[in-house]
C-alpha cells in the first residue's frame, strides 16, 4: 500500500532517517518493519516562531516494494536539418527557448557576446582582483547569463509563467541535485550553476542546434514590417525564421539600438537601492528566535521583508543567507554590486538587495530620455558610486545604522566583498527618492527583527540591476514585438521576467509561440 503522510518534526528529527521511519510508522498505526519504503516528496521550514519545525510530505510503502519517485527524462530529437530560428542570449530565458525549440522539432541558433562559463570564470575572478571590467564578459554577459553568477535561487511568484515543476525537472535532468525538486524554496548554488550551464549548451549541440560565443549582435535584418536576421560584429549576416531576444537586463546596447532604429520600446517600473550585509549568525538568531542561531539541523537563515513608503515599494531582493557580494558591473565607470552563494551556504555573511520601487514618472528631470529615461538615471547613480568608490572595483560603503542616522562612518565592519569597501556618504550620494525611502525601510525591518539595525552590517553601493527599466512590448497573445513580425521579446531583458525560474518559463513560452507561428505546432 501507497500513502503520503503529512509530518511536522523538529529538524533533529526530520534529518534522521531512522527517526522518521519511527514518526511514520506511529502516524501510520503500524509496525516499522512493514514500511518497505519512503520517499520525502516535499519539504519546508516553518520559522515563525520558536521552535522551528520542518513539514515533510512521505510518500510511504507498506507491504510491497517501493518504486523510485523521481523519473525524469527528456528527449530531444536531432533538429541539424530543421527550419532555423535564432536565439539572442544564453542566459535563462535563451537557453530554455533553446532546449523548446528542439523538442518541437526547429533548429536554435543562439547567440552569446560573451564567453562559455569556463572562460568568463576567469574574468570573473580578475574582476574581483581589481582588475578593469571586461565589457563582453562578466557576472552579467556570458553562459548561463547573470543567472549563474547570482546565487542559482529558483522561485517565481506567478502561477502563469508556465509549468514551474517542469523547470525544475529540466536542470535535475541536466545535473542539478534532486534537492530541487523536493525543497519548497528550492536552490542551485553558483558553485554548480556552471557544469549545468555546459551541460544544457551540450545538448543544444548534440541535437543539432548551434551555440556561438563571443558574438555580439549589431543590428537586425528587417523586410517589411518583419524580422528576418540578425547583423553580428565583424559585418557576418545570419538568417532565421525568427528571433527570439532574450539578452537580459544589461544589454544596454540593445535597447539603444531599438531606439535608433525607432523600435517602440516603453519605460516600465523598477527599482534599486543598496546591498546589505550582516552576519550570518546574527541573521540565524533573528529568523530562527534563538539566541543560539540555526543549530546543526537547519540551513542558514534567509528574510525577506517589504513596506511601503512615501507611496513606493521598500522590499529586499535576492536575499542570499551564507553568501558573498560581487561586482557586477558591465562596462568602465560603473559601480554595481550584486550578491551569490554556493550550494552549502557556508559564508559567515548573510546578504540582500534592499531596494526601493521606482516609476517612470518619478524621473522628471530624465523625460527628455523618452523610454530610456530610466537606464540614464540608472547609469548615473552607478558613475556617482562608482566615483566614490574610488574610481575603480572597490564600492563605497557604511555602516548601516549610520546610514539610516545620516552620519559619516568611520571604520566599516567586515564584508564578503572581495575587491573592498571604502567608508562614504551613501546616504548623501543616491539620490533622494531612494535614499529617504531606504532610510524608513530599514527603520521598519528593524522594527519586526529585532537586532536587524546594527552597527555589525554594512550597506554597499549600488544594487542597480534588478530588473530593466526597459520593456520592449509585444502583443500579449503572440508575443511577438508590437511593430515588427517575428521578434520574440523574452525574460528579464525585455521585461517580462524577473529571475532565473521566471525568465525561463518565458522562454519555453516564446518558443512555443514561434512554433505555433511557423505551423509546426498545435496546442
Known amino acids: 500500500m501507497k500513502n503520503e503522510i503529512v509530518l511536522r518534526l523538529l529538524p533533529s528529527d526530520a534529518a534522521n532517517d531512522a527517526t522518521l521511519k519511527g514518526f511514520l510508522a506511529k502516524e501510520l498505526k503500524v509496525s516499522e518493519a512493514k514500511i518497505t519504503g519512503f520517499y520525502v516528496r516535499r519539504r519546508s521550514i516553518d520559522a515563525r516562531k520558536h521552535p522551528v519545525m520542518v513539514q515533510l510530505h512521505v510518500i510511504t510503502w507498506i507491504d510491497e516494494p517501493a518504486s523510485p519517485e523521481i523519473v525524469v527524462d527528456f528527449e530531444y530529437p536531432q533538429v541539424s536539418a530543421a527550419r532555423e530560428v535564432i536565439v539572442v542570449g544564453a542566459g535563462p530565458g535563451g537557453l530554455f527557448a533553446a532546449l523548446r525549440l528542439i523538442e518541437l522539432g526547429i533548429k536554435p541558433i543562439v547567440i552569446e557576446r560573451g564567453k562559455p562559463v569556463g572562460e568568463r570564470k576567469k574574468d570573473v575572478a580578475l574582476l574581483n582582483r581589481n582588475h578593469p571590467v571586461n565589457p563582453e564578459s562578466n557576472y552579467a554577459f556570458g553562459e548561463g547569463g ?13 502561477t502563469k509563467r508556465g509549468d514551474f515543476r517542469r523547470f525544475l525537472e529540466v536542470l535535475y535532468f541536466h545535473g542539478a541535485s534532486e534537492e530541487i525538486l523536493v525543497d519548497a524554496h528550492p536552490h542551485v548554488g553558483t ?21 556561438h560565443f ?40 540593445m535597447y539603444e539600438l531599438l531606439h535608433r532604429k525607432d523600435i517602440q520600446l516603453e519605460a516600465k517600473t523598477w527599482a534599486m537601492g543598496v546591498r546589505v550585509e550582516h552576519p550570518q549568525d546574527l541573521i540565524d538568531q533573528i529568523q530562527y528566535h534563538n539566541p543560539e542561531g540555526r543549530g546543526d539541523y537547519l540551513p542558514a ?3 525577506n521583508f517589504s513596506c511601503q513608503v512615501q507611496g513606493r515599494g521598500v522590499y529586499s531582493f535576492c536575499m542570499c543567507p551564507g553568501g558573498i557580494i560581487v561586482p557586477a558591473m558591465t562596462g568602465p565607470g560603473e559601480m554595481v554590486v550584486n550578491g551569490m552563494s554556493a550550494s552549502g551556504r557556508n559564508s559567515p555573511f548573510a546578504n540582500s538587495g534592499m531596494v526601493v520601487e521606482i516609476h517612470p514618472e518619478d524621473l522628471p528631470g530624465h523625460q527628455q530620455y523618452g523610454a530610456l529615461a530610466g537606464l540614464v538615471f540608472q547609469k548615473e547613480v552607478e558613475q556617482l558610486c562608482y566615483i566614490n568608490g574610488g574610481k575603480n572595483v572597490i564600492a563605497p560603503g557604511q555602516v548601516l545604522t549610520d546610514f539610516v542616522n545620516g552620519r559619516l562612518s568611520g571604520d566599516l565592519p567586515p564584508t564578503s566583498y572581495i575587491p573592498g569597501a571604502l567608508a562614504s556618504p551613501l546616504h548623501f550620494i543616491l539620490p533622494e527618492l531612494i535614499s529617504n525611502r531606504l532610510r524608513e525601510g530599514f527603520k521598519m525591518f528593524g522594527k519586526w527583527a529585532k537586532g536587524f539595525l546594527t552597527d555589525e552590517a554594512v550597506v554597499l553601493g549600488t544594487e542597480s540591476r534588478t530588473s530593466s527599466p526597459v520593456r520592449i512590448p509585444r502583443d500579449p497573445e503572440t508575443l511577438q514585438h508590437v511593430q515588427l513580425k517575428g521578434l520574440y521579446p523574452c525574460g528579464e531583458g525585455a521585461g517580462y521576467a524577473g529571475g532565473i525560474a521566471s525568465s525561463a518559463l518565458d522562454g519555453e513560452r516564446c518558443a ?9 505546432y498545435r496546442e
Not at 146 to 158: E, I, N, V
Not at 218 to 242: M, T, Y
Not at 246 to 251: L, Q
Open 214 to 253: 563571443n558574438t555580439r549582435v549589431d543590428d537586425f535584418i528587417i523586410e517589411g514590417d518583419a524580422v528576418k536576421g540578425i547583423d553580428i560584429a565583424g559585418g557576418e549576416r545570419i538568417n532565421g525564421e525568427a528571433v527570439i531576444l532574450a539578452t537580459g537586463h544589461s544589454a544596454r546596447d
Open 146 to 158: 547573470a543567472g549563474t553568477f547570482s546565487d542559482g535561487k529558483l522561485y517565481t511568484r506567478s
Open 301 to 303: 537563515a534567509s528574510y
Open 191 to 211: 558553485d554548480r550553476l556552471p557544469a549545468i550551464m555546459k551541460n544544457i549548451r551540450e545538448t543544444i549541440i548534440q541535437a543539432g542546434g548551434e551555440v
Open 512 to 520: 512555443v509561440m514561434v512554433a505555433q507561428a511557423l505551423g509546426v
